[in-house]
């Protein structure tokens, strides 16, 4: 079983709706990789993600345990045209 844990696996878009039926909400985060040797999110994009889930929880109303996060690990540089193209 692969739903253990911190980690959902959404391998369709009815488990996606199944999630959206429950009242929950999913929050898309993608961040730029700020070296090809260090996992990331870093310390600063992580708070600024978890700052951005208590802005949307108390804006839209929702309770901080119904939002799940789409985190984008597989993203490109958008800065650097060299490194844009090498992706």
Not at 15 to 26: H, P
Not at 74 to 83: D, F, N, W
Request: net charge positive; aromatic share 10%.
């Amino acid at each position: 079983q692969r739903d253990k844990g911190n980690l959902m696996v959404m391998d369709d878009v009815q488990r996606i709706r199944s999630l959206r039926s429950a009242g929950k909400f999913i929050v898309f985060f993608s961040y730029q990789w700020l070296a090809w040797h260090l996992r990331g999110p870093n310390e600063v994009q992580r708070q600024r993600m978890l700052l951005a889930l208590d802005q949307i929880s108390a804006k839209a109303g929702v309770a901080f345990e119904d939002l799940f996060v789409w985190l984008d690990i597989l993203s490109v540089p958008q800065e650097h045209e060299g490194i844009k193209v090498l992706a």
